[in-house]
RNA sequence: GGCGCCGUGGCCAAGUGGUAAGGCGGCAGACUGCAAAUCUGCUAUUCGUCAGUUCGAUUCUGACCGGCGCCUCCA
């Protein structure tokens, strides 16, 4: 087996990747903001990451993810106050709706999701090993900023050096204590509305709250120790958030924070980035809506390299749906297969070598697909054939599974409904002796009454399949 | 203004210094009573434009055009 390879943000180039420890690949991946829920820019993310953790198991490896779930910000904040309620008030609804929805899209489970309010003494700790090694300072306001120039290499990821601050940019900053405009947030200093809302706690600098970054360097470190394997999350992070990241974890372990840096690509809606902020987000409630299924979002978002931006459009997602369905047609077929002609084993020995080398290929879930078709074509033209080798269909079968183990786009079948089923046999009954006796008209007219109720049927030398269509 | 990404057929999209995977759609054929599904063939002499390097460039370099993103709390 060739090696696995990962786009590094780090190095900005494609690398060969294995765990450090051989073994278990321990990956961070940024979780979302328990505000409101996740919109399908997100969940693009969210899928990458899917993608890369099947593709580690895929590769013989172990996998330990962590997702943050960051339940404590301003949005939520405020959000509390102007309902009077606390921020667990807020949060908790959304923790479940993003579970159900990532659920929706077969996202498998990370190993861990840490809430950020369950480890601020986590977050404290750190907080005070970076005053400590002079790092960080205590401003007049009572926060604590990190001093990012005290540390030697701040900006390596997003490659501060080679930038200029905009011209006429806001310079000027809203917080006057920092003794540099760009220092950061570690703590922020409590304000009434934080403690109205159960957002404060105390610290040897005060009642408080982390900042943003804070959260994921302390838990990451809790959970993955001072140096992890992979550290994923959507473009957008690179800065500030995972610049500063990498200037609270190695300030204050002196150990490198991330192996691997990967970041994915926008969603982009009408040409431009999915956001709250500019009102053109949808969510799996609009899919739901519209009759798009789990298989074919995840078809539409593998349909495109993840470091690429990908557009969501209506043709797309229809080409997509299209494809799953004969997908999930081609699965249904390899499950009946009694036998296939011995060729049926080659060809699936060869789609299984692309399927593995592209997805080794920095995640080439495209290429990845592109072989599946071509399997796909082959093999249903040597099932057309007849045959009688068993072992062939067994070998394909296995084939199939294991390519889908990664992709996971079979569409899910209509739940079985006795009644409708009934209903649809005792019409095919009927149907089948008008052909019998060659009343075509009168099949026909069964056939209309069947598909108007959303089934499709097949006639083929074994008799009738049929399917729920929508 | 700085930094970065992208521009491949009607739509989506992979790709390589040696002459364009795959999917959707469309057209034709096989199969079918007719369909559907499946298979077969066809659907880019060409990869934003213009130069350059090279025996040869879609693939490397430069310029330009067009789209998108980041530049302090957005995946």
């Known amino acids: 087996m060739t090696t696995f390879r990962l786009y590094n943000t780090l190095t900005r180039a494609v690398e060969e990747f294995a765990p450090a420890d051989g073994e278990t690949v321990r990956m961070y991946t940024c ?29 013989g490896w172990q996998t330990l993810q962590v997702m943050n779930l960051t339940d404590v910000d301003d949005k939520i904040i405020s959000g509390a106050s102007e ?30 999701y840490p809430s950020a309010t369950d480890h601020i003494p986590e977050m404290v700790a750190l907080v005070k090993t ?7 300072y205590r401003a007049e306001d009572g926060s604590v900023y990190f001093a990012i120039g005290k540390l030697h290499g701040y900006g390596k990821l997003s490659r501060l050096d080679t930038r200029e601050v905009k011209t006429g940019a806001r310079v000027i900053q809203d917080d006057y204590s920092k003794e540099n405009a760009q220092d950061f947030a570690l703590w922020k200093a409590a304000k009434e509305e934080d403690e ?11 009642r408080g709250r982390p900042g943003w970054h ?30 500063d990241e990498i200037a609270q974890s190695e300030g204050a372990t002196g150990a490198p924070f991330a192996r691997f840096w990967c970041h994915g690509e926008f969603l982009l ?64 077929r390899l499950e009946a297969a009694r036998g296939a002609t011995p060729a049926l084993e080659t060809i699936a020995a060869e789609a299984e070598k692309e399927v593995v080398e592209a997805l080794s290929d920095d995640l080439n879930a495209p290429a990845a697909l592109g072989s599946l078709y071509t399997f796909i074509r082959r093999a ?4 057309d054939r007849g045959g009688q080798d068993r072992a062939a269909v067994e ?52 056939r209309g009454e069947i598909e108007a109720r959303g089934i499709s049927i097949e006639d083929g030398p074994h008799g009738t399949r049929w399917k729920k269509i929508r």
């Open 380 to 383: 249903n033209a040597e099932l």
């Open 395 to 446: 070998a394909a079968r296995k084939t199939f599974a294991r390519i889908n183990s990664v992709l996971d786009v079979i569409p899910e079948e209509a739940g079985p409904d006795p009644e409708l089923a009934a209903w649809v046999e005792e019409k095919l009954a009927a149907r089948r002796a008008a052909r019998a006796a060659r009343d075509f008209a009168r099949a026909d007219a069964l």
């Open 269 to 332: 809606t009408d040409g431009s980035k999915m956001a709250k902020r500019i009102g053109n987000v949808a969510t799996v409630a609009d899919l739901k809506e519209q009759g798009v299924s789990a298989a074919a979002f995840r078809h539409f978002v593998f349909s495109t390299h993840y470091r690429k931006q990908l557009n969501l459009s209506g043709e797309a997602l229809e080409a997509s749906l299209e494809g799953v369905r004969r997908i999930g047609d081609f699965a249904a």
């Open 83 to 112: 309902a009077g309620v606390t921020i667990g008030e807020i949060t908790a609804p959304v923790v479940k709706k993003f579970h159900e929805d990532r659920a929706f899209l077969r996202i498998q489970d990370a190993e861990i």
């Open 130 to 136: 970076l005053v400590d090694r002079g790092l960080a």
């Open 31 to 59: 979780g979302p903001t328990v505000y409101k829920p996740a919109h399908l820019g997100n969940f693009r993310t969210f899928l990458f990451e899917d993608l890369l953790r099947r593709v580690v198991v895929l590769r």
């Open 196 to 206: 109205k809302t159960g957002a404060a706690w105390d610290s040897p600098w005060g």
């Open 214 to 243: 804070l959260e994921c360097s302390a838990m990451a470190m809790r959970y993955l120790g001072e140096t992890m394997d992979i550290h994923c999350g959507g473009i957008d992070l690179i800065f500030p958030h995972h610049e």
